[in-house]
């Protein structure tokens, strides 16, 4: 009896065969297509790094307390120990806060942003901060109009 998948003209994987790239990479853009439908203005993906020349210029500051802790590693700092200050106060190792700021451009604890070298991902918020005033704007002429 010949076999239904010989017959198909299909058959199993040799060894050493590997599976269908293309196939496996027209899936994954659909996948990405459905994401895009969905898109809901957020940046689709962690943000860039941030500006080398801003983390170069974050204050260090030294430790005078022992009841704080980095938010990344969670150790408690000792007295007399180094820190970075982000411009949202919160203090961590450099260590730990540098090697942060490589991959994206936020604080890890309350996600304050700071600028980033990325021209696209720059243009992308100046665009939503216009959406955002426009929509203000809206609303205190809407206020002016029926109040
Ligand atoms: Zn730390
Ligand atoms: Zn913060």
């Not at 994401?35 to 790094?49: A, K, V």
């Not at 204050?59 to 307390?65: A, H, K």
């Amino acid at each position: 009896m010949t076999d239904y998948f010989q017959e198909m003209g299909w058959r199993e994987l040799q060894d050493g065969e590997q599976p269908d790239h293309f196939l496996h990479l027209a899936r994954l853009l659909m996948d990405y297509n459905i994401y895009d439908d969905n898109f809901t203005g957020e940046w689709p993906r962690l943000p860039p790094p941030a500006s080398k020349e801003i983390v170069n210029k974050l204050p260090d500051i030294s430790i005078d307390t022992t009841d704080k802790n980095c938010p990344i590693c969670l150790k408690t700092f000792e007295i007399g120990e180094k820190a970075k200050k982000m411009p949202c106060e919160h203090i961590f190792h450099p260590v730990c806060i540098l090697t942060w700021l490589e991959k994206t451009n936020s604080c890890p604890f309350c996600r304050h942003e700071l600028p980033t070298d990325d021209e696209t991902y720059e243009a992308f918020k100046k665009e939503k901060k216009r959406a955002v005033q426009r929509k203000e704007d809206l609303e205190v002429l809407h206020n002016s109009m029926f109040s």
